[in-house]
Structure formats: C-alpha cells, structure tokens
C-alpha cells in the first residue's frame, strides 16, 4: 500500500510561484510512476504532469508547459511540483497520485491508470 500526502497549496498572487511536494509512504513508492492532476471547482479532475520512477521521463499538460516543473527526490520518496507565472485559471485542488507499476518509463496522463491518490492540496491564484 502507498499513501500520499500533499502539500505547499495556498493562496498567491497571478504571475507568482509556489511548490508542492507529495510525500510517499511504503516502501515501494519510488519504483512507481508518479503524477500530478488538478480539480477546479465544477470541473472535471484533470492532468497536468507526470514522471517516471526514475525521474528521467516527464510529461506536461499542454496549458501548463513551461511554467511548471516535476521532479523528485526518491531517497526522500517524495515528488514536486513547482509552478511558477501562476494565473487564476490555475486554482485548483491538486492532487498527487502513483501507478502501482514497478520500474518502468512509461508514464500516463489519464486517472484510470493512477492506483493512489492523496487527499489534495487547494491552490488559489488572485488576479
């Protein structure tokens, strides 16, 4: 079993930065494939990026490209997610999750493929 907690949400100014972090317990959470999606209110819960158990293949939702970044540090099983030049259309409840895949490269942008899921972190972003 994996359990994930996020956190680092909270409320900033358009055009500012903020960084989440998403912790991992079990001891098999950094062989999985990791991911970040996000939920706006009367929305659906969409992707915004991914990342292999190894770090080395990533992949960006198209809306926010460039502006964020994942990584992660497995010997301290947690994954990041930094964002920067944040605009309203961001806020958001974001949501880390992980694939019970062991080890591999692939990563996946839908939620069906994601076993574990945190509880969100809320990210508000004024104009």
């Known amino acids: 079993q994996v359990q994930l907690v996020e956190s680092g949400g909270g409320l900033v100014q358009a055009g500012g930065s903020l960084r989440l972090s998403c912790a991992a317990s079990g001891r098999t959470a950094s062989t999985y494939a990791m991911g970040w999606f996000r939920q706006a209110p009367g929305k659906e819960r969409e992707f915004v990026a991914t990342?292999?158990?190894?770090?080395?293949?990533?992949y960006y939702a198209s809306s926010i490209k460039g502006r964020f970044t994942i990584s992660r540090d497995n010997a301290k099983n947690t994954v990041y997610l930094q964002m920067s030049s944040l605009k309203p259309e961001d806020t958001a409840v974001y949501y880390c999750?992980?694939?019970?895949?062991?080890?591999?490269?692939?990563?996946?942008?839908?939620?069906?493929?994601?076993?574990?899921w945190g509880q969100g972190t809320q990210v508000t972003v004024s104009s």
């Open positions: 999750a992980a694939t019970s895949t062991a080890y591999s490269r692939t990563v996946y942008t839908t939620t069906s493929r994601y076993d574990y």
């Open positions: 990342i292999s158990w190894s770090g080395d293949n990533t």
